[in-house]
């Protein structure tokens, strides 16, 4: 009884953190605004929750040269590594063959050249995702 008392009141005493949890709509927000930035076009935001299990969302944007896609990957990278999304597991293709893969777990970013992304047509390929407007 004692003990309780005690780690009660340590409770108490301890500043309480105040919670940093970003929302889905922040992240989105956060990556247009970027994906804008950088000059990026067609951005197209697929919600996966009901059509897989593992993938919450995927982003599919479009750029003119594959310099423009590193420099927006490199962007996106910094950024949502500061709202701690993906836990460090940030993976990105080299974008040498036009098409920039960012993986932040839950949520995929596709930076495509037109020529790639009319190439694989991931829209059509993920044809039973809502799209969502941000």
Request: net charge positive; proline share 1%.
């Amino acid at each position: 009884m004692k003990l309780k008392k005690q780690n009660e009141d340590l409770e108490q005493v301890k500043p309480k953190k105040k919670s940093t949890t970003t929302t889905k709509k922040q992240v989105l927000k956060k990556i247009q605004e970027i994906l804008l930035d950088k000059k990026c076009e067609d951005i197209v935001v697929l919600d996966l929750e009901k059509v897989n299990t593992y993938l919450s969302l995927f982003i599919i944007s479009t750029v003119k040269t594959t310099v423009q896609g590193n420099a927006a990957a490199k962007e996106l990278e910094k950024s949502l590594k500061e709202l701690k999304l993906g836990k460090g597991n940030q993976e990105r293709t080299k974008a040498d063959n036009g098409w920039i893969l960012l993986d932040f777990g839950e949520i995929i970013i596709h930076i495509m050249t037109s020529e790639k992304r009319n190439f694989y047509d991931l829209e059509k390929l993920w044809g039973d995702a809502k799209r969502l407007e941000i």
